[in-house]
């Protein structure tokens, strides 16, 4: 299995600057995939950033140039930066892995998730 824990949400003024973390522990070399998603109030989770194994980095349209998710897998610590939020960043954000190319899903789900941090963005 793969643990995820959040940490470093919170509450800012637009314009503002935070930074999340992710730990992961467990089995992390089933991980094909790590990610950054979030989920505001009404709407459906949507992914803002994410990492593959091998590959470029990804990042959602409407957080370029303002988000940067970075990585030290040799730590397991998964990061996203986010400069100038809007209160349309407010959401609950959450770290993610994928396992789905793995041959370790003959044994684990295909994704674990964390439990997720909120940021909030008043204007």
């Known amino acids: 299995q793969v643990q995820l824990v959040e940490s470093g949400g919170g509450s800012v003024q637009a314009g503002a600057s935070l930074r999340l973390t992710c730990k992961a522990s467990?089995?992390?070399?089933?991980?094909?995939?790590w990610g950054w998603y979030r989920q505001a109030p009404g709407k459906e989770r949507e992914l803002v950033a994410s990492?593959?194994?091998?590959?470029?980095?990804y990042h959602a349209n409407s957080v370029k140039g303002r988000f940067t998710m970075s990585s030290d897998s040799a730590a397991n610590l998964y990061w996203l930066q986010m400069n100038s939020l809007n209160p349309e960043d407010t959401a609950i954000y959450y770290c993610?892995?994928?396992?789905?190319?793995?041959?370790?899903?003959?044994?684990?789900?295909?994704?674990?998730w964390g439990q997720g941090t909120q940021v909030t963005v008043a204007t």
């Open positions: 993610h892995a994928d396992l789905s190319q793995s041959p370790c899903t003959r044994i684990y789900a295909t994704e674990y």
């Open positions: 467990g089995d992390t070399i089933c991980v094909s995939t």
């Open positions: 990492i593959p194994r091998m590959g470029q980095i």
